[in-house]
C-alpha cells in the first residue's frame, strides 16, 4: 500500500469522491470532501484508476461539515455525510446532468438546460420512515445494529438520526429486545426491517430470515414490551443469497402490515413491498408526476411497476380508468387491498412483468416507476406505440435513466420536456427523478 497527497475534485456517482494523483491517474477516494487536500491510503491498484480511503485531512474543504451521529465513518448508511448539505445537493444535480451527457448522449447544454433545480422535499436528517438492521454473530453470540461500511461487520449502535426523531429510542429498543432474544441461539434471522409513521404512528418490525423453528410468542411479547409496535411480522426467505425469494410472511402480533399516508392517501404495505423510504419525498413524487401529465377524467392512464399504488390511486382519482402492472406477488396483494380500501373501481390491477402484460389500451397518460435496472428495450418500444401525449418516467438511477432516455430518442416518438431531481436520500449519492416526456 502506498500513501498519496490529493487534492479532492469532485463527488462521484457513488460513496466515493475523485482526485488525480500525481501522474494523473484517476482515484476514487473514501472519506474525501471536493475542496479537501489530504493523505489517502491506496487500497487498489487497477490499470486505469485506484482505490484509496483518507487517513488524514491535511487542509479542510469549506464544504466539510461535522455530522450529528458519531457513527457514519464506521457505518455504511451515510457515506456523504461530512459533506455539507448545500453541497449535497449541488452535486447531486450536476450528476444527473453528467450521465445524460456521458451515457445519454445529450450534449452538455441540451442536458443542462433539461434538468431542472433539484428538490429538496423534507430535513436532510431524520427523513427515513425506514431502517434495516444487521443480523451477524460476534464471539458466538448474535449482533443485531447497523452494516459496517466497507465490510460485513456489524456496528451496534444507540440510534439512527437518518429515523424519523420522533421515534429516535425504537432502533435501541429493538436491537436490545432482538440480543435478547437471540442470546446464543440461532433464530435463522438475516435482518430486522423497521418501518415507522409520524403521520399513522404506526411502527412495524419486520424479521427477516429462514423458515425453521422459532419462538413466536415469545417474541411478539418481548418486542411489544419493548416498544410501542403496531405489527412485528416475520419474512421467511428461500433460495441462494443473490436470488431471495419470499417462502411466507407471518404476523406474529398487530395488524400484520405498515399503514402511510402519501398525500391524500392512506395506503397500508406488507413489510415485502417497496415503498419509498422518505415520505414527503414520495409526497414530490406524486405531486410532480400528476402536476407533469395533468390527467383528466374522460382519459385512461397506464402504471407500470406500480407496486402498492403510490401513483396508482391519485391516478384513478383524475383520470376514468387505470391499467396498473406489477411483477411482485406481496405488492400486488397490497395494491388491491388499497383501492378496496379507497373504494376505487376503475383501475384493473395486473399481477406480471411489464414487458409480457403490458396492457392492450390506448393510454393517454403513462406512468413508468422501474426497478434500478430501468426499462427493459422491449417496454421501450412498447411505450413508444402507445398513442399517449405524455410519459412520467421516475427513476432511481441516472445512468440507467440517461441510457432510457436515449433509446425513447432513437424510436422518435417521445421526448424529454423536463428532469426534475428529488433528493429523497440525504447523506447519500442517490437521488430520484421525475422526467416528463411529450411526444413530438
Known amino acids: 500500500m502506498t500513501t498519496k497527497r490529493l487534492k479532492i475534485e469532485r463527488m462521484g456517482y457513488g460513496p466515493e469522491a475523485i482526485a488525480h494523483d500525481a501522474d494523473g491517474k484517476t482515484v476514487f477516494v473514501t472519506g474525501g470532501v471536493p475542496g479537501d487536500t489530504v493523505e489517502a491510503e491506496t487500497d487498489a491498484e487497477e490499470a486505469r484508476f485506484s482505490r484509496a480511503h483518507v487517513t488524514t485531512v491535511l487542509e479542510d474543504s469549506p464544504d466539510r461539515v461535522t455530522p450529528p451521529c458519531p457513527f457514519v465513518d464506521v457505518c455504511g448508511g451515510c457515506p456523504w455525510a461530512h459533506l455539507s448539505y448545500e453541497a449535497q445537493l449541488a452535486a447531486k444535480r450536476s450528476g ?17 438546460a433539461l ?36 465490510s460485513s461487520d456489524v456496528v451496534k449502535v444507540p440510534s439512527c438520526p437518518l429515523l424519523d426523531s420522533k ?37 412495524e418490525v419486520a424479521l427477516w430470515g429462514t423458515p425453521g423453528p422459532f419462538p413466536r410468542p415469545q417474541v411478539a411479547k418481548v418486542l411489544g414490551d419493548a416498544t410501542k409496535v403496531t405489527s412485528v411480522v416475520r419474512v ?94 406481496p405488492a400486488v396483494r397490497d395494491l388491491r387491498h388499497n383501492l378496496d380500501a379507497a373504494n376505487l373501481t376503475n383501475v384493473d390491477p395486473i399481477g406480471g412483468d411489464a414487458g409480457i402484460e403490458f396492457p392492450d389500451v390506448d393510454a393517454d397518460v403513462i406512468v413508468v416507476d422501474p426497478p434500478r435496472a430501468g426499462l427493459a428495450a422491449d417496454v421501450v418500444a412498447q411505450l413508444s406505440d402507445q398513442p399517449a401525449r405524455a410519459i412520467a418516467y421516475v427513476s432511481c438511477d441516472p445512468a440507467t435513466l440517461a441510457r432510457d432516455l436515449a433509446r425513447f430518442r432513437d424510436e422518435g416518438v417521445f421526448e424529454p420536456v423536463s428532469v426534475t431531481p428529488v433528493d429523497l436520500f440525504p447523506q447519500t449519492f442517490h437521488v430520484e427523478n421525475v422526467t416528463i416526456l411529450h411526444r413530438q
Open 96 to 112: 444527473v446532468v453528467d450521465a445524460l451527457t456521458r451515457l445519454g448522449g445529450f450534449s452538455a447544454e441540451d442536458a443542462e
Open 167 to 203: 421515534f429516535k429510542g425504537v432502533v435501541k429498543a429493538v436491537q436490545g429486545a432482538m440480543n435478547f432474544l437471540a442470546g446464543s441461539r440461532d433464530l435463522g434471522l438475516e435482518r430486522v426491517g423497521i418501518r415507522a409513521s409520524r403521520r399513522t404512528k404506526e411502527l
Open 236 to 329: 421467511m426467505q428461500k433460495g441462494p443469497a443473490k436470488a431471495r425469494r419470499i417462502a411466507g410472511v407471518e404476523r406474529l402480533s398487530g395488524k400484520g402490515s405498515w399503514g402511510e399516508l402519501v398525500g391524500s392517501e392512506s395506503m397500508r404495505v406488507s413489510a415485502p413491498s417497496f415503498f419509498q423510504v422518505n415520505t414527503r419525498g414520495a409526497d414530490k413524487l406524486v405531486s410532480l408526476v400528476m402536476e407533469g401529465l395533468s390527467p383528466v377524467e374522460d382519459e385512461e392512464a397506464m402504471d407500470l411497476y406500480c407496486g402498492a399504488g403510490t401513483f396508482t390511486l391519485p391516478l384513478a382519482r383524475k383520470s376514468g380508468f387505470v391499467s396498473a402492472v406489477e411483477s411482485y406477488g
Open 115 to 150: 434538468v431542472a433545480p433539484i428538490v429538496a422535499p423534507g430535513e436532510p436528517w431524520g427523513y427515513r420512515n425506514k431502517v434495516e438492521l444487521a443480523v451477524g454473530t460476534q464471539r458466538g453470540r448474535t449482533m443485531v445494529g447497523m452494516h459496517a461500511a466497507g
